[in-house]
């Protein structure tokens, strides 16, 4: 069983940072890579970033790359999500996610292959 607890959501000003947490407990051998999802009102929820534990291989979604970075502490056994430069599309629930096995690059996005979430952090934005 894997646990994860995100933390470090909030509200910021445009153009402002904030970096989100995840702590991983429970099983961590049982995750390969970890992901940062994100949801807002009335949508659907969007892959943001992902790396995996052992060599901290980074992939982003276009709408991020250049303003977050997604790192990970081994020895803490947490994953961080730095956020620069936010913008109001950028408010919604952030979520953490395990990832178990190697996956095919096509496959990083997509949150049906991840196996298990964290409860979710807000993050809001002003204009």
């Known amino acids: 069983q894997v646990q994860l607890v995100e933390s470090g959501g909030g509200l910021v000003q445009a153009g402002g940072s904030l970096r989100l947490s995840c702590a991983h407990s429970g099983r961590t051998s049982a995750s390969y890579a970890m992901g940062w999802f994100r949801q807002a009102p009335g949508k659907a929820r969007d892959f943001v970033a992902r790396?995996?534990?052992?060599?901290?291989?980074?992939y982003y979604a276009d709408s991020v790359k250049g303003r977050f970075t997604i790192s990970r502490d081994i020895a803490k056994n947490t994953v961080y999500l730095q956020m620069n430069s936010l913008k109001p599309e950028d408010t919604a629930v952030y979520y953490c996610a395990s990832q178990g096995v190697q996956m095919r690059r096509e496959y990083y996005s997509s949150s049906a292959r991840y196996n298990y979430w964290g409860q979710g952090t807000q993050v809001t934005v002003s204009s």
């Open positions: 790396i995996t534990w052992s060599g901290g291989n980074t």
